[in-house]
């Protein structure tokens, strides 16, 4: 009984904390202004037949603060990096030069800034309902320990409702500093 209650504990906090990197990770992929190698990170193409992301096929860096830079390490990527590009659907609209590929980042308008805090916030409340699912799955399973006494099922809800709380809070935190973020010109 005590190795089942350590790994319902330990399997919630697991959860918990995979939904709140997984937030951590959805935000760098949310522009904020500058530009910056991560926004290019979802990009995958075509290499020699299988998807492969961006970043081990070509160098990607910032020269400056509004343009991306893709050196490919083979000539013949450009089309396919081009490609990928268009296809994450991100919002850029790659150039090349023969060797390599170019992206200009735009200065964001303050109705784009508005529109990446909404898809911000609606990925802080896609974490949250994860912190709550996984929640809920700890309580379901507190509940089916046997020969555990009331007391002890109730303490452990408690513990679980703690470490919801806590994730939550995480959550919110990330999420305001992510909007000042991206409201600040």
């Known amino acids: 009984m005590e190795e089942e209650i350590e790994f319902i504990i330990d399997s919630a906090k697991e959860a918990m904390d995979n939904a709140v990197s997984h ?7 949310i522009r904020a202004g500058k530009a910056s190698p991560a926004m290019v990170g979802s990009v995958m193409v075509n290499y020699y037949g299988s998807q492969t992301p961006l970043s081990q096929v070509a160098n990607v860096a910032t020269p400056d603060g509004m343009t991306i830079t893709i050196a490919p390490w083979e000539k013949g990527l450009i089309p396919e990096i081009e490609k990928g590009i268009h296809l994450a659907n991100i919002g850029f609209n790659p150039m090349n030069n023969g060797d390599s590929v170019i992206i200009n980042v735009p200065p964001l308008t ?3 800034r508005i529109e990446l805090a909404k898809q911000a916030k609606a990925e802080a409340e896609d974490s949250k309902v994860g912190v709550r699912n996984d929640r809920k799955n700890a309580m379901n399973s507190i509940k089916e320990i046997e020969g555990a006494s009331d ?3 109730k303490s452990l809800e408690e513990d679980i409702q703690k470490m919801t709380d806590a994730s939550i809070t995480k959550i919110d935190t ?3 500093v992510k909007e000042k973020e991206i409201m600040t010109v």
């Not at 937030?23 to 992929?29: D, G, M």
Request: aromatic share 6%.
């Open 151 to 153: 007391d002890l099922k």
């Open 174 to 176: 990330l999420l305001t």
């Open 23 to 29: 937030l951590n990770k959805k935000f760098v992929n």
């Open 110 to 112: 303050e109705e784009r």
